[in-house]
């Protein structure tokens, strides 16, 4: 039987789905620094706010959400707009069939073309899973910062990778927004090439 993968925007109405994703994170692991499991409708709003600016994705597999990758402010101060940082989940059991590698391939693609210049991703340590698929998927260790979180009765550190999405000029134009990008772009390319990195056999 043919199995069906879909990549594409998420939309409020998945913000059940995907909190069901992220809170076994919460509740089990170290990988989020957060602890208490958002209601639905705070993270609803939060998803919304995201979204005003940055990309948020999904991967369906046989129509239901696998999992789920967006992009994110890096900091307040106005001299950050031309960075974002990343984050993606994905539902244990689809762990190690590429869905991580082809939500990021679609994701970056959006935010170079937005006119973002440096992402940045947070891994919480020890994850060596993580983080060596950050390495292979090209991007720079800068450094850890250790112990910098205490959770489920433990401290970790946060190591912090970077990737480079455009060439840095004198003059950068400014980012423009997920929607305005929307209005002169069509994301079917994106989305499929991106699709086709998933492996379920």
Known sequence: MMISTRIRFATVEDAEAILDI?????????VTFEIEVPTVEAFRERMVRIMERFPWIVCEIDGKIAGYAYGSKHGERAAYRWSADLSV????SYHRYGLGTALYTALLELLRRQGYFTVYAGVSTPNPKSEAFHTAYGFRNLGEFKNAGYKLGGWCGVSW??????????????TISIGQLGLREHFDEIFTRAEKMICLK
């Open 22 to 30: 992220y809170k076994i994170y919460i509740e089990n692991t170290r």
């Open 89 to 92: 989940y994905i539902h244990e």
């Open 161 to 174: 990778y970077e990737l480079v999405l455009n060439e840095y000029v004198e003059e950068p134009e400014e």
